[in-house]
């Protein structure tokens, strides 16, 4: 295989000739430059795969020399070597897009990861092996994504029901698209420029929710100093999204039943009989047949709001939809977070198809934009997508309380995460709280396998 070239660009004699020295050793064929000018006419004539710079040097200013370097990128990455006080600069660097910074003194280690990261991306930003993103599409808010079969069937039902304004039960678990969904048939309904209200059943308790869906006289309950409309007269001949509809009280499940049936209603209080022409959209993630069954649920409202019903499948059972997903949330993403990420890695993509997705699409947005965050470079690579997905035992037994007697190494490993925890992960202040060195954190980190995947919620 090809050796790779590392330029390093350091004003400081000493640490050129050990960090050459290493790095030889190591396999690479390293070039050195004393002073910025050295090191932009290097980077011409020994073409490096990576540059290690030092922000600090004595002809020029750092963060020009990042520009420069810039200018004829070819995908390879730069690493800034930066004292602390340098923070400010650092943050400068980083938005320019150097790929990784290290702060001095070097550990050799994290030097070294960060060179296999820099090299890794070099690669992505030109290999054929990740998933690239069309620059000519753009993020358009409210798009429902899929092309398994199952969604294409989802969409056909969109544009049958949204042409009519029977009610609508959506069933699927958590982080489907099942408001998405919602939306979508309201936003496709000839009644589009009416209002859809959403209200989330399961926020709200007792009174207060019937008081926002019906509305109250004045006086009708403490606290009810004026008349209010609830969200049926608001709503006029537009759509209502009952979300989390088996939330809703036994007791408020007739007068919806009455609504559903006769679309009449009376304000909590009230006397009058109102009318209201506005459709209803339920979703839920319980399983209201068995809520039947168990007698929580009543049977006849079942039927009422059932008169369609959408079923959306879990993200584990359309994987093919995967990919595309990656993609689209990306440029959300991108368009959200003004960032421009334009790969994913193959191998994060893999994973990303492998994992179980227990909260569904919501879930892999989450994780994507995690990702985002934590990177400064334009590709999202796997290792980035590791931590992130993490073993679910991990994080179920971190949750539980200390079973038994245990070693002390057990103790140490448990003691590190909740220091790590309480610090939200930054290491500085771990090693700190500790008491410990950086190289010693990283080392004891790497032992227990400890990674931000272990993260408390
Ligand atoms: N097919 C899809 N295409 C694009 N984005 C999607 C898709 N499905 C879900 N999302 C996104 O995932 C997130 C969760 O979707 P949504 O809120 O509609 O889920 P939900 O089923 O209502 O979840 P919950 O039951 O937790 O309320 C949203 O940001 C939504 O935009
Ligand atoms: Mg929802």
């Not at 595309?324 to 790969?343: G, M, T, V």
Request: proline share 4%; net charge neutral.
């Amino acid at each position: 295989m090809k050796r790779r070239k590392i330029l390093i660009i350091d004003d400081e004699q000493s640490l050129l000739e050990s960090l050459e020295m290493f790095l030889s050793e190591k396999g690479y064929v390293v070039g050195c430059a004393l002073t910025a000018n050295e090191g932009l006419e290097k980077n011409r004539s020994f073409e490096p795969d990576v540059i290690i710079l030092d922000i600090r040097l004595p002809d020029m200013d750092g963060l020009e020399v990042l520009q420069e370097l810039r200018k004829n990128y070819k995908g390879k990455s730069v690493i800034i070597i930066t004292a602390f006080h340098d923070m400010d600069t650092t943050i400068k660097a980083m938005k320019q897009g150097a790929c990784e910074y290290i702060t001095k003194p070097i550990d050799i280690e994290e030097l070294e990861e960060a060179i296999g990261r820099a090299l890794k991306l070099g690669r992505s930003m030109h290999g054929a092996d990740a998933l690239s993103l069309d620059p000519s599409l753009t993020y358009e808010k409210g798009k429902i994504k899929g092309k398994s079969r199952v969604m294409k069937e989802i969409f056909k039902s969109i544009g049958m029901l949204s042409e009519n304004g029977v009610t609508v039960l959506i069933e699927g678990e958590t982080g489907t698209g099942k408001e998405l969904i919602a939306r979508a048939i309201h936003y496709h309904s000839p009644y589009k420029d009416h209002p859809l209200l959403a209200i989330n059943c399961s926020a709200i308790v007792g009174t207060l929710l019937e008081s926002e869906l019906f509305g109250h006289e004045k006086g009708s309950f403490t606290g009810a100093i004026a008349t209010k409309r609830g969200k049926f007269e608001l709503a006029g001949d537009g759509t209502i999204f009952l979300d989390e509809v088996s939330e809703i009280p036994f007791e408020l499940q007739a007068k919806l039943l009455r609504f559903l049936q006769e679309k009449e209603f009376e304000r909590v209080g009230g006397e009058k009989s109102l009318k209201s022409n506005a459709r209803i959209i339920a979703a839920t993630n319980k399983d209201l047949r068995q809520m039947v069954k168990n007698g929580i649920f009543r049977e006849d409202l079942y039927y009422r709001l059932s008169v369609a019903i959408i079923k959306v499948p879990p993200l584990r059972e359309r994987k093919s939809d995967i990919p595309l997903l990656i993609e689209y949330l990306i440029k959300k993403i991108n368009s959200e977070l003004h960032r421009s990420i334009r790969k994913v890695e193959e191998k994060a993509v893999n994973q990303l198809k492998n994992y179980d997705w227990p909260g569904n699409v919501r879930e892999l947005e989450n994780i994507l934009t995690r990702a985002a965050i934590a990177t400064q470079d334009e590709v999202i690579l796997d290792d980035l997508i590791t931590p992130l997905l993490g073993k679910k035992e991990d994080k179920d037994r971190l949750k539980q309380d200390v079973p038994n007697i245990l070693s002390l190494q057990e103790v140490e490993k448990e003691h590190i995460l909740r220091v790590l925890n309480h610090a939200r992960w930054h290491l500085g202040k771990t090693c700190e709280l500790l008491g410990i060195s950086r190289p010693t954190l990283r080392q004891k980190l790497k032992e227990y396998g400890i990674s931000p995947a272990l993260q408390m919620p």
